[in-house]
C-alpha cells in the first residue's frame, strides 16, 4: 500500500510501523579537582597551620568552556595587636561584609567587593585607639594569604590583569601579575594627610602587606587626581577590576597552568 495513502488511524492501529524513540543525551564531561588550602592562625606571633581540603566541581560547557565555583581562602590571624578574620569567595556575587574598626577601609573593602565580584567578609578588632596601622596592615596580610589559597595551584587562570578606573577627576591605571613573586610598584600623589580619620600614608602600606602574603606582582600608578577621596576609592576600584580579571579562568588554557615553566608558586 502506497504510503501515502495511510490514514493517521490504520497508523496507530500498525504497531509494526512505530519506532520506539530513543532519549540521547549529550555526553558531557565531568569531572572534579581537589583543591587544597590551609587555615591560618597566628598567635604570639607564631604560625599555625591546619590542612584543610576545599572540593570544587568543574565541567565543561558546549563550547567546552571550563566552569568552576567555589575558589574560597579562609584566614584567622591573631596577635597581642590585633584580632582578624577573613573569608574570600572569588567565584562569588561581590557581597561586602566587612567591619574593621575603621569606616574608611570598610568602605575600601566594600569596592573590592564590588568591583570584583568577590565575596568579601572581615571581621577585624586591634588597638585603633593607638593608630590605624596594626589593624590595617593585618586586615590586609590576612587577605593576600586568603587570596593565596583560594588561587590553589592557579591553574587555568588569566594570571594578568590590567584596568584604568576613573572617579570625577582622579584617574588610576593598576596592573598585576599573580606570579608568586611579591612586588609592590606604588605612585600615588595624595594631597591631605587624612581622609576622615585614616591615615592615607597606610594605603601604600595595605597593598605592600597584601602582595607579601599573595605572592602578587603589583603596580599602581596616578594619571589624574587631585580629591584624595576619589583618588583612594579609584584605586581599590581598578584593583577589584584587574584582579577579577587575572583570577578569572580562561577556556583556552583548558586547565593549563598559565607560564612557561609550568608552575606558579609563591617564592
Keep these: 500500500m502506497d504510503a501515502r495513502l495511510l490514514s493517521s488511524s490504520s497508523i496507530l492501529s500498525s504497531p509494526q510501523l512505530f519506532v520506539k524513540p530513543k532519549l540521547i543525551v549529550p555526553n ?14 597566628l598567635s604570639s606571633n607564631h604560625l599555625h597551620m591546619s590542612s584543610q581540603t576545599a572540593r570544587a566541581s568543574l565541567n565543561s560547557d558546549d ?39 575603621i569606616p574608611f ?15 568579601v567578609h572581615v571581621r577585624a578588632t586591634g588597638d585603633i585607639h593607638i593608630d590605624d596601622h596594626h589593624t590595617n596592615e593585618d586586615v590586609a596580610l590576612s587577605i593576600g594569604t586568603a587570596l593565596l589559597q583560594a588561587l ?6 588569566n594570571r594578568f590583569g590590567d584596568f584604568s ?11 598585576l601579575d599573580l606570579s608568586g613573586r611579591p612586588y609592590l610598584g606604588y605612585d600615588l600623589q595624595i594631597p591631605t594627610q587624612r581622609v576622615g580619620t585614616y591615615d592615607t600614608q597606610l594605603v601604600e602600606h595595605f597593598f605592600q602587606s597584601l602582595v607579601n602574603t599573595s605572592g602578587m606582582t603589583l603596580h599602581i ?9 576619589h583618588i583612594i576609592e579609584a584605586t581599590f576600584k581598578a584593583f577589584a577590576r584587574a584582579l577579577r580579571q587575572a583570577t578569572e579562568y ?11 615553566k609550568g608552575v606558579l608558586s609563591r617564592s
Design 28 to 41: 558531557k564531561p565531568f569531572f572534579s579537582i581537589t583543591t587544597p588550602f590551609r587555615y591560618l592562625t
Design 63 to 101: 563550547n567546552g568552556s571550563t566552569l568552576t565555583s567555589g575558589r574560597i581562602g579562609e584566614v584567622k590571624r591573631v596577635t597581642k595587636e590585633t584580632n582578624v578574620f577573613v573569608k574570600i569567595n572569588l567565584d562569588g556575587s561581590g557581597v561586602a561584609d566587612s567591619t574593621t574598626g
Design 105 to 119: 577601609l570598610d568602605h575600601m573593602l566594600d569596592q573590592l567587593a564590588s568591583h570584583g565580584l568577590f565575596d
Design 152 to 157: 590553589g595551584d592557579r591553574k587555568g587562570i
Design 165 to 175: 578606573a576613573p572617579l570625577d577627576e582622579a584617574l588610576i591605571h593598576v596592573s
Design 221 to 229: 600608578r596616578q594619571l589624574a587626581g587631585k580629591n584624595s577621596h
Design 250 to 260: 580562561d577556556p583556552r588554557r583548558r586547565g593549563t597552568i598559565p607560564s612557561s
